[in-house]
C-alpha cells in the first residue's frame, strides 16, 4: 500500500528555467495539497486540488507557478523562470475525499542555481 | 482565517524525562487538530489527531495530545522522552465546516532530547 510519492526527490535548475514537481496520492485519495518549506521555516500553504479541479489556491503565487491535477496521471506542480528564491522543498500531501488526515511524500528538494 | 502558534522554537529535555511541545490555535468553527513530526530531509509523518470526544487523544510513540477548548490549546506530550523522538514537530488545524479544506501548519517546535 503505497504511500504518497513525490519525484523528483532532488531537482537542481539554472534561474530561467521551468522546473516539474510531480507527485502520485495514496490508492483511494482524491484531494491533492502542495506546501513549500523555505529553509528552517515552517510548511506554507500553496494549493488544494481535487481531480481536474482547483479548490484553493490561496497560497500560490501569482505569477509563474501553476498547478494541476488531472483526471489521469500524478498532480503536476510547475514553476517557470525559477528563481534562487524558489530554491525550497515542495511537498505534496492527500487525504481521502471524507477525511480528515493528510498524508505526506517525502518531498522534492529544488535548487536554483 | 484559522491559525496556529507554536510559541516555542526549541525544546530541551533529558532522555526518561517527560516533554511538552505547546500549540495553541484560532479557527472559526469547531478545529480538527493534528501533530505531525518531520525527520531530518523527510516528509512529514502523522502522529496523532483530535475530531471530537475525549480530549486526551493518543498516538503514535507513545505521543498523546490533550485538547482544551477554553485555552484554544492543544500541547503534545509524553511521560518519558527518547533520545530518537528528537525532531521537528508541527501542530496544525483545519475547520470542521463540513467540507474539506487545507490543514494550517504552526512554524514547528524542535525537540532535542539528550542522554
Known amino acids: 500500500n503505497a504511500g504518497v510519492m513525490q519525484n523528483p526527490r532532488h531537482l537542481v535548475r539554472r534561474r530561467g528555467q521551468e522546473a516539474r514537481l510531480r507527485c502520485s496520492p495514496m490508492?483511494?485519495?482524491?484531494?491533492v495539497y502542495w506546501y513549500r518549506q523555505l529553509p528552517e521555516e515552517g510548511l506554507k500553504f500553496m494549493v488544494y486540488?481535487?481531480?481536474?479541479?482547483?479548490?484553493?489556491e490561496s497560497g500560490m503565487p501569482k505569477e509563474r507557478f501553476s498547478a494541476e491535477f488531472p483526471k489521469e496521471g500524478p498532480s503536476i506542480l510547475r514553476i517557470q523562470q525559477v528563481v534562487r528564491g524558489d530554491s525550497a522543498a515542495y511537498f505534496c500531501?492527500?487525504?481521502?475525499?471524507?477525511?480528515?488526515?493528510?498524508?505526506f511524500g517525502e518531498g522534492s528538494w529544488l535548487t536554483v542555481v | 482565517a484559522q491559525s496556529v502558534a507554536q510559541p516555542e522554537d526549541q525544546v530541551n529535555v533529558a532522555e526518561g524525562n517527560p516533554l511538552t511541545v505547546k500549540c495553541t490555535y484560532s479557527?472559526?468553527?469547531?478545529?480538527?487538530l493534528f501533530w505531525y513530526v518531520q525527520y531530518p530531509n523527510r516528509g512529514l509523518q502523522f502522529l496523532l489527531k483530535?475530531?471530537?470526544?475525549?480530549?486526551l487523544v493518543k498516538g503514535s510513540y507513545g505521543f498523546e495530545a490533550e485538547f482544551n477548548k477554553s485555552q484554544t490549546s492543544f500541547h503534545l506530550k509524553k511521560p518519558s522522552a527518547l533520545v530518537s523522538d528528537s525532531a521537528l514537530y508541527f501542530c496544525?488545524?483545519?475547520?470542521?465546516?463540513?467540507?474539506?479544506?487545507?490543514?494550517?501548519f504552526g512554524t514547528g517546535t524542535r525537540l532535542q532530547v539528550t542522554l
Open positions: 500531501a492527500s487525504s481521502p475525499s471524507s477525511g480528515n488526515t493528510i498524508y
Open positions: 490508492k483511494g485519495h482524491s484531494h
Open positions: 486540488l481535487q481531480k481536474e479541479n482547483i479548490i484553493d
Open positions: 479557527v472559526s468553527g469547531n478545529p480538527y
Open positions: 483530535y475530531i471530537t470526544g475525549d480530549n
Open positions: 496544525a488545524v483545519r475547520d470542521n465546516t463540513g467540507t474539506a479544506s487545507k490543514l494550517t
